[in-house]
């Protein structure tokens, strides 16, 4: 069972900081209702975590490397000008979308006449110039200092919506609420009920197929976890469910899967597993994890992390 590293990896599908940047509400705008995911990373203080660091090259999924790439193609420097980086899952008609949305202290004027330079012509969609980017996806400004970025399809969506012409995130009250109690966070992330479903069957592994389960998980409204590093690392994800007997009878299911994990587990399993702690209340499901700096490093050279993290 994969508990343990599961609400990691989950956090990680970023990794960093330390002081969140606002999020611009031009990016707000640009985010289709039926919203699966939100991955926000605030990349300022990164260069100031080793251990952000390290867990950003162990556990960076593939989306958010192709995302960076593509700033570093359209003449971002990331290091130097991002200072927030989000990625935007949604469902439409014809699927899961994605986009990403950068804001920095790079320039739309400087970036468009590099683009010009470079003789690439943008298509027009409205009122949005939307650029080709050479690595399959397209890019447009939702402000001089706001990028959003994606296949064609999404990127189209996300500026329909931004021009109202199919409804945005604002009419979406379970994102919006949960976005409220994470958003100050370095690195944060909200799930709707089906992403969270999938999220808890997947952490729980083998145990997700006792009845019980099968039982609670239509009772699962949502999630959303923070991240940061400020005093080594801390974790902590709320599950969202319909009352609080569901939020007991998941808790004291992730705790047996706990407990089983513990007694075939080596020395660093039972670390990491020591370092969680799982409760509930009201009808939120309640983890945390905490580790000093030290020990995480060492957690992330383990075979445990290598096994969990492919």
Excluded: C
Excluded at 87 to 113: C, M, N
Aim: glycine letters at 6%.
């Amino acid at each position: 069972m994969k508990l343990f590293v599961f609400a990691l990896i989950l956090s990680l599908m970023s990794a960093l900081p330390v002081v969140a940047a606002p999020f611009a509400s031009s990016a707000r705008t640009a985010i289709p209702e039926d919203v699966q995911q939100i991955i926000s990373v605030d990349y300022r203080a990164l260069k100031n975590s080793e251990t952000a660091l390290a867990l950003k090259e162990r556990v960076l999924p593939q989306t958010l490397k192709d995302f960076e790439n593509n700033l570093k193609s359209m003449g971002v420097d990331v290091d130097r000008d991002l200072d927030q980086l989000t990625f935007v899952s949604f469902r439409t008609k014809s699927g899961l979308r994605s986009v990403g949305i950068a804001q920095g202290g790079f320039s739309a004027k400087q970036l468009v006449g590099k683009l010009r330079v470079r003789k690439i012509k943008p298509v027009k969609h409205r009122l949005s110039l939307i650029y080709p980017s050479g690595t399959g996806m397209q890019m447009s400004f939702l402000d001089e200092n706001t990028m959003l970025f994606g296949e064609a399809s999404a990127l189209k969506a996300a500026l329909d919506a931004r021009d109202g012409e199919v409804p945005s995130m604002a009419s979406n009250a379970q994102i919006t609420d949960s976005m409220q109690s994470v958003e100050s966070g370095p690195v944060w992330s909200v799930l709707d009920q089906t992403g969270t479903q999938n999220m808890m069957r997947s952490a729980l592994g083998d145990a997700s197929k006792l009845a019980d389960y099968d039982v609670i998980k239509k009772r699962l409204l949502g999630s959303q976890y923070i991240m940061d590093f400020a005093r080594g690392v801390n974790f902590d994800l709320d599950v969202v469910t319909s009352d609080s007997m569901t939020a007991a009878t998941l808790s004291s299911l992730v705790k047996a899967g706990m407990l089983y994990r513990k007694m075939g587990a080596t020395p660093v399993e039972k670390t990491a597993l020591d370092s969680m702690s799982v409760n509930s209340q009201s009808a939120k499901l309640q983890l945390h994890f905490k580790s000093d700096d030290q020990k995480f490093r060492s957690l992330l050279s383990s075979e445990l992390f290598a096994a969990v993290s492919r």
